[in-house]
């Protein structure tokens, strides 16, 4: 699930070898909804078709950290620099928070 266009998604996942590990691409534009309401998370929820309380989403962006917490989803805050300002609040809001997705290799 992301904002950005699917055609760019797509591009970058196939630049990095990941396609194969996603059965789609939910975007924004393709939802008519954004990031900043609990129901575009829902209705990716729904898309995934797994329970909530085992599908977890990877967020930088502290307006989709909230509408994800809301939603009722739990929520791994990646860092990013274009949300540095934020990080105090992604921090106390976040279930887990990564500096890098390195972080995550180590916590599993």
């Known amino acids: 699930a992301t904002a950005t266009d699917h055609e760019l998604a797509k591009a970058a996942l196939d630049r990095l070898n990941a396609a194969k590990y996603f059965d789609f691409i939910f975007t924004c534009s393709e939802s008519g909804m954004g990031k900043d309401t609990p129901e575009f998370f829902l209705k990716a929820l729904e898309l995934l078709d797994t329970p909530i309380h085992e599908t977890i989403v990877f967020e930088d962006a502290l307006y989709a950290i909230k509408s994800a917490k809301e939603a009722g989803l739990s929520v791994v805050a990646v860092y990013d620099k274009s949300s540095c300002e934020e990080q105090d609040e992604i921090k106390a ?9 390195e972080d995550w290799e180590m916590m599993l």
Do not use: E, G, W
């Not at 809001?93 to 997705?101: E, G, H, K, Q």
């Open 93 to 101: 809001i976040a279930d887990i928070y990564l500096n890098s997705f």
